[in-house]
């Protein structure tokens, strides 16, 4: 019984969630494991397939086929979240790449409202008028996300002069183009968006003339530019409005040679709704074994990755207010 009330909630929810500005937030979960385990914190990272939600830009880092899966259990294993992205890289610096995302809640029940007697005051009074609590269907509620992402890599070493060096970057330019689709009982909703983002990243041995040190990169993701709708097949044409929003991210990739590590420690700081910061810091054995923590939102986040040849096996753990949640991902590379 708890959990058919706990269903009902969410569904309360979505509902509200429908007729609000606040639509896609279906959308702010997040895909990917690792990103998810580092507290969202990856805009300036973006080197796997999930670059593709976090910042598209980054998927032209990826100079192999890659194929990201990801599960997630949400509202204490009421809801299902899942995750696929395919990354392909062509000649020139160039790499497409596809992502689907869902969101699933099955088992809803419903009760019609034609089988109710008499008055809410004489349902109050004679409780045997009320519905026996027995529902008469059930329906899945599902949200899906489509992307597809292009990115493009440009290098460029800037002199600084004779008496100095030239100092390298890193250019990464990349879209995705969104669709987005929400069934609720009969009625579906529908839209389309449009992000764009980039990524610059350089030596600070070379900008610092410290031998040890690694790289930093800076990243912007602009996220559904010009706002994004989302239309109702109802008879007014309802539309929902999923607000636009810049992401800034900062990364430091920091290799720790003398034990055959590395480390990366990052910061993305989100701007819809109010100002939320992200961090998350990763520490890389042996390119084998990997080790996460994150914090956002008064949300803290961990996890660990284990690499076997080409593929990984990520896993994390989410704490939030509706309840922790559990992630398990594999990553394959060919």
């Known amino acids: 019984m708890i959990k058919k009330i706990t269903l009902i909630l969410l569904f ?13 937030d279906f959308i702010k979960i997040g895909s990917g494991v ?59 610096g160039v790499t497409i790449g596809f992502n689907w995302t869902r969101l699933t809640i099955e088992d809803i029940p419903v009760f019609k409202e034609e089988h109710l007697v008499g008055t809410v005051d004489q349902r109050s009074a004679f409780p045997w008028l009320n519905l026996t609590g027995v529902p008469d269907d059930k329906f899945t509620s599902t949200d899906d996300l489509f992307q597809f992402a292009f990115a493009k890599h440009v290098h460029y070493d800037l002199n600084l002069g004779w008496l100095f060096y030239e100092l390298p970057f890193d250019f990464y330019f990349g879209s995705n183009i969104k669709y987005i689709k929400r069934k609720i009982l009969d ?37 559904d530019i010009g706002g994004t709708s989302i239309t109702w097949d109802v008879e007014s044409k309802h539309k929902d409005e999923i607000l636009f929003n810049t992401k800034f991210g900062i990364a430091v990739f920091q290799p720790l040679e003398f034990i055959k590590s590395s480390l990366i420690i990052s910061m993305d700081t989100d701007y819809v709704y109010e100002t939320i910061q992200h961090y998350g810091l990763e520490f890389l054995y042996d390119k084998y074994l990997s080790f996460r923590l994150g914090y956002y939102d008064s949300n803290f986040s961990t996890g660990l990755s284990v690499k076997v040849y080409d593929i990984s096996i990520d896993y994390a753990f989410l704490t939030n207010v509706l309840g922790s949640t559990n992630r398990v991902g594999l990553r394959i590379n060919f």
Not at 54 to 83: C, H, P, V
């Open 12 to 24: 309360c929810v979505s509902m509200s969630l429908w007729a609000g500005r606040y639509a896609g």
């Open 34 to 92: 690792r990103a998810l385990g580092m507290g969202g914190a990856f805009s300036a990272i973006a080197n796997d397939g999930s670059a593709i939600y976090w910042n598209a830009s980054g998927i032209a880092q990826i100079r192999d086929t890659e194929i990201d899966l990801m599960r997630a259990f949400l509202y204490k294993d009421l809801a299902l979240y899942d995750n696929l992205s395919f990354c392909q890289p062509l000649p020139n």
């Open 187 to 223: 009625h579906i909703g529908s839209g389309t968006g449009f992000d764009f983002s980039f990524i610059t990243k350089t030596s600070l041995e070379v900008l610092l003339d410290i031998e040890w040190m690694g790289d930093i990169s800076f990243a912007l993701n602009f996220q």
